[in-house]
């Protein structure tokens, strides 16, 4: 299919199954599916002729979720799971024997760092943090053992990046697989694998729902990759996605674009606002010019998104007045919704990161998540300023 990426949000991955003409994808609700014959199911479980079996295994409705997102990042084929956690966990350990070694970029998601001290204390799959836009750091870490590049870019929620084609190319002379959590960007704005990277993982729950409705989680690679996923973690382990989220999230793919483009130009709006403003320390956004790695943010980013954090000038109080004063923006963790929701990750998200640790992913008492919605901006932007007046005045 050679269309522009919006046309291929909305048709991508929609048109293999007779569904009577139906142009919403059917929602298969079926735990199993029957065999004409018996020497049919034979044959399919023999895989030598294709077909459904049990929804455990594929499902029609997930199929079309899962084609869609693989059109998306430019993969060979998708795998869906219940959550962005169990295709990260199904990642981890389809990569990894007991005894490996993950190296990961700095400030990743708050369960993938639970996930990989559980790996390290159960299987003794060890883990380093690297901030990988050091050679010589990166270089370093690299052991026999290590398996996989684990990375999130931009990070949360600092907003860092990491130029992953260069990454890639280092990980590859040494022969280690990169795997991207790609959740921040969307396959809209950032497509890791054209850039030499070899598995993309999402939370389906962010901007691919973008309607904070359902909880799923998608992978993305090479057919053999994505084959071998499907028959170990997929199928043996079982978290896997039901039809009615597959169905949602279909939809939800389909305005992908429209809401990524409006959620990155809410968000740049909303920069320049809060740069200005006397009570904010410092703002971070990929693509903003003030921002230490918008030089290389355009080689691999379309746009900048929708997640911006800001620091604001005084404590864990002040910021936490801010919040409370919001009338329009909701306190809730997650992202990517057309709701703009505002989160204070030393607190929430990045809570059981030890306090060293998070200080030197970047992470204070005073910084705040800001996931921009689909609002106006200007209705955004008024709401924090009176917000930011507000406290102001009670100091
Ligand atoms: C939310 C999130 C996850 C986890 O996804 P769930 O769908 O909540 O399991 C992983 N990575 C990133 C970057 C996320 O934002």
């Not at 959740?183 to 973008?210: E, M, N, W």
């Amino acid at each position: 299919m050679n269309y522009r990426p919006d046309t291929k949000f909305i048709h991508g991955g929609t048109r293999e199954e007779p569904y009577h003409g139906s142009l919403s994808t059917p929602i298969f609700q079926t735990s199993t599916f029957t065999f004409p014959d018996a020497e049919e199911g034979a044959l399919r479980f023999s895989g030598e002729k294709d077909g459904y079996i049990y929804s455990r295994l594929s499902n029609p409705t997930v199929k079309v979720f899962e084609e869609k997102v693989a059109v998306a990042e430019g993969a060979d084929m998708g795998l869906a799971f219940a959550s962005g956690m169990a295709a990260i966990s199904a990642v981890f350990t389809s990569l990894t024997s007991a005894g490996d070694h993950i190296i990961c970029s700095n400030g990743i998601y708050g369960c993938t760092f639970g996930l990989l001290k559980l790996l390290k204390e159960k299987y003794q799959i060890s883990h380093d943090f690297c901030d990988m836009r050091n050679e010589q750091q990166l270089r370093s870490m690299i052991q026999p053992n290590t398996k996989c590049l684990f990375i999130e870019s931009p990070a949360n929620p600092t907003m860092k990046l990491i130029d992953l084609a260069w990454t890639a190319d280092i990980a590859h002379e040494c022969g280690i697989k990169v795997v991207v959590d790609n959740t921040f960007s969307s396959p809209y704005l950032q497509q890791p694998l054209r850039l030499g990277c070899d598995i993309v993982v999402h939370s389906a729950t962010k901007y691919l729902s973008g309607h904070g409705d359902v909880i799923g989680g998608v992978v993305a690679g090479s057919r053999s990759y994505i084959q071998e996923l499907a028959q170990t973690a997929q199928k043996d382990y079982g978290g896997i996605m039901a039809p009615m989220d597959a169905w949602l999230l279909i939809r939800g793919m389909k305005t992908l674009p429209i809401r990524m483009d409006r959620h990155s130009s809410n968000a740049v709006n909303i920069v320049e606002k809060l740069k200005q403003h006397p009570r904010v320390e410092k703002v971070n956004y990929p693509t903003d010019k003030d921002h230490p790695d918008s030089s290389f943010a355009h080689k691999q980013m379309s746009q900048g998104g929708g997640v911006l954090s800001f620091q604001l000038k005084g404590d864990k109080g002040d910021a936490q007045q801010l919040m409370n004063q919001l009338k329009l923006v909701r306190i809730a963790v997650s992202l990517g919704d057309a709701e703009t929701l505002i989160q204070h990750p030393a607190t929430m998200t990045h809570s059981l990161i030890p306090a060293k640790d998070r200080e030197a992913m970047g992470i204070n008492d005073s910084l705040l998540r800001l996931s921009v919605g689909l609002e106006a901006w200007q209705d955004i932007w008024f709401d924090l300023l009176q917000a930011l007046e507000g406290c102001a005045h009670k100091r």
